[in-house]
């Protein structure tokens, strides 16, 4: 914190938001915009590509672009939202946002939808740090759980509506509603905002002594390592000059900034937050928790259509197992946290989530939307509480002034937890795909008795409708073909299943070493109310 800041630092409490329950409302509305626009875009990504005339590799950067900018303004926004009040910031974050999501559908060409992109991450990039700070800053105690089940629900809700919701709008209206939806949320989320949070004058003392340029550096190193990871898998890791160089950059750019950080007598980050009792393991337990919902989501979501076939808005109405019941597990999970101890509660939704992990693993190829429902259901319930409870448990070890930097510390967790989930994820899922393939492919020999009779089985049943017998042969064998890649990639999404079981399991030690919390002598104050000077 910049000493010019501290010297203004109240240490009475700050007065609430005039209107707390608005700002629970703009936090609902910011996340689920936020997760729906990024997931909504990667799953319409091929309908994007042909607006724009992009080939799989040029297109792949679509979603990047607009996650990437998103990584590269969470840091940021705690000087931004210090120096110019969160609801400044907020402000413009959302007409940003708003009128570049409206714009996207009317691109030209690929760089322009690009850009766009960029500005659409750059302003939703600030809903979460900044909001899930205010839940910190400006709610009663009393209100927090509500706040943050608010979040975590939205979390959860986006990622597993967006199926349906793509699958609906290329189907019977247009495509273009990926992105004209989110101007349509922009328009209340502006107005929660205006009343929802409190008039602050601009901190010109800070914005002319805060480390600006510091921050830059940090947050390009973040931005950099986050592409490596998203474009990791598909340029083949390490085989890439590309992800060499973004890696390398990106740890070199992080190492600067904290050098550069440990040399100023007042860092812009108070570093010593990260050293708090607990604070590390909260950060690993919300990295954990945002694998296990990206497990969630991608593993059934690609199982659905690699295997079964189906289509977005098919597959939308098994994760809807996972969504639709936020609207009942959140509010529980708000109620529950005043009233029973928050370490109990992450243990719990930890272990009830390993449990629909387990559950999943009975997965066959022939499985479909319907056999995953139990086990979704209880990954749902078990992400909400643990997220929620987490989130809860982290704030209870911010103290007065820290509330921006725990707002960017839990939407770099989320962007992070969620590419390494993913990039984890595909990566595993595809190694244990070419095993199990190949250990199949030792029992399906050409000229073996066993083959030649599964051969002539799909012989039989196609050969009523192909004209020669080589044509049916041929037909025969792409069917026995097609037979082994499904049972491959199903048991390597079984393994998937096992992996987020294995993780969710390590959750569970990792609360047993948590502590109780320190106690909260004052309300956190972000950032504190200057003096009579304007």
């Keep these: 914190m910049n000493a010019t800041a501290a010297t203004v630092a109240a240490p009475a409490p700050a007065p609430t938001a005039p209107l707390p329950w608005l700002g629970i409302v703009a936090v609902l509305v910011g996340a689920i915009a936020t997760t729906l626009t990024s997931r909504l875009t990667s799953i319409g990504l091929a309908d994007l590509r042909g607006a724009v005339g992009a080939g799989f590799d040029e297109g792949a950067w679509i979603p990047t672009?607009?996650?990437?900018?998103?990584?590269?303004?969470?840091?940021?926004?705690?000087?931004?939202?210090?120096a110019f009040s969160p609801r400044?910031?907020?402000?413009?974050?959302?007409?940003?946002?708003?009128?570049?999501?409206?714009?996207?559908?009317?691109?030209?060409?690929?760089?322009?939808?690009?850009?766009?992109?960029?500005?659409?991450?750059?302003?939703?990039?600030?809903f979460i740090p900044l909001t899930a700070a205010f839940i910190l800053t400006s709610l009663?105690?009393?209100l927090w759980p509500w706040g943050l089940a608010a979040y975590a629900m939205n979390i959860i809700l986006g990622l597993n509506v967006a199926s349906t919701l793509e699958g609906w709008y290329v189907e019977h209206v247009t495509w273009n509603w990926i992105f004209w939806q989110n101007t349509v949320l922009a328009m209340p989320l502006f107005g929660l905002y205006w009343f929802g949070l409190r008039r602050i004058p601009i901190d010109r003392d800070f914005l002319r002594a805060g480390d600006f340029r510091g921050m830059v550096i940090g947050a390009s190193g973040f931005t950099l390592i986050f592409i490596a990871l998203d474009q990791g898998d598909r340029l083949d890791w390490f085989s890439?000059?590309?992800?060499?160089?973004?890696?390398?950059?990106?740890?070199?750019?992080?190492?600067?900034?904290?050098?550069?950080?440990?040399?100023?007598?007042?860092?812009?980050?108070?570093f010593t937050l990260?050293?708090?009792?607990?604070?590390?393991?909260?950060?690993?337990?919300?990295?954990?928790?945002?694998?296990?919902?990206?497990?969630?989501?991608t593993l059934v979501a690609n199982y659905l259509i690699s295997v079964r076939g189906l289509r977005p808005l098919e597959v939308g109405s098994a994760l809807l197992w996972v969504a639709l019941p936020q609207l009942v597990i959140a509010p529980t999970v708000a109620w529950l946290l005043n009233r029973i101890d928050a370490r109990f509660a992450i243990g719990t939704g930890l272990t009830i989530a390993?449990?629909?992990?387990?559950?999943?693993?009975?997965?066959?190829?022939?499985?479909?939307?319907?056999?995953?429902?139990?086990?979704?259901?209880?990954?749902?319930?078990g992400e909400t509480l643990e997220l929620t409870a987490v989130i809860y448990f982290f704030g209870h070890h911010v103290g007065p002034a820290d509330?921006?930097?725990?707002?960017?510390?839990?939407?770099?967790?989320?962007?992070?937890?969620?590419?390494?989930?993913?990039?984890v994820l595909?990566?595993?899922?595809?190694?244990?795909?070419?095993?199990?393939?190949?250990?199949?492919?030792?029992?399906?020999?050409?000229?073996?008795?066993?083959?030649?009779?599964?051969?002539?089985?799909?012989?039989?049943?196609?050969?009523?409708?192909?004209?020669?017998?080589?044509?049916?042969?041929?037909?025969?064998?792409?069917?026995?073909?097609?037979a082994v890649r499904a049972q491959a990639y199903t048991l390597s999404t079984l393994d998937g299943f096992l992996l987020a079981s294995c993780v969710g399991l390590l959750g569970v030690c990792l609360v047993l070493v948590l502590r109780e919390p320190p106690p909260i002598v004052t309300a956190p104050a972000v950032p504190p109310l200057p003096s009579s000077r304007t």
């Design 65 to 82: 672009a607009f996650s990437a900018a998103q990584m590269m303004i969470g840091p940021i926004s705690i000087f931004l939202g210090r």
């Design 88 to 126: 400044r910031v907020l402000l413009a974050g959302c007409v940003t946002y708003g009128l570049a999501e409206f714009l996207i559908p009317f691109s030209p060409d690929l760089h322009t939808m690009l850009l766009l992109q960029v500005f659409a991450g750059l302003g939703s990039g600030t």
């Design 140 to 142: 009663p105690k009393t």
């Design 240 to 270: 890439s000059t590309l992800i060499v160089t973004l890696l390398a950059s990106g740890v070199i750019a992080v190492g600067a900034f904290l050098l550069h950080e440990a040399t100023l007598p007042t860092p812009s980050i108070d």
């Design 274 to 297: 990260l050293i708090r009792r607990n604070v590390m393991v909260c950060i690993v337990l919300v990295l954990i928790t945002r694998f296990l919902v990206t497990s969630s989501n």
């Design 354 to 381: 390993t449990a629909g992990f387990l559950l999943a693993t009975g997965i066959t190829s022939q499985w479909s939307e319907e056999s995953f429902r139990w086990a979704l259901l209880l990954q749902a319930v």
């Design 403 to 423: 509330g921006i930097t725990f707002g960017a510390i839990i939407q770099t967790a989320r962007l992070f937890g969620g590419e390494l989930g993913t990039s």
């Design 426 to 482: 595909v990566l595993f899922t595809r190694k244990a795909e070419q095993l199990h393939s190949n250990l199949i492919g030792q029992h399906v020999a050409a000229g073996d008795p066993a083959t030649m009779e599964r051969i002539a089985a799909y012989v039989q049943v196609v050969g009523a409708s192909t004209q020669g017998t080589g044509d049916a042969q041929a037909r025969g064998t792409g069917l026995l073909a097609a």
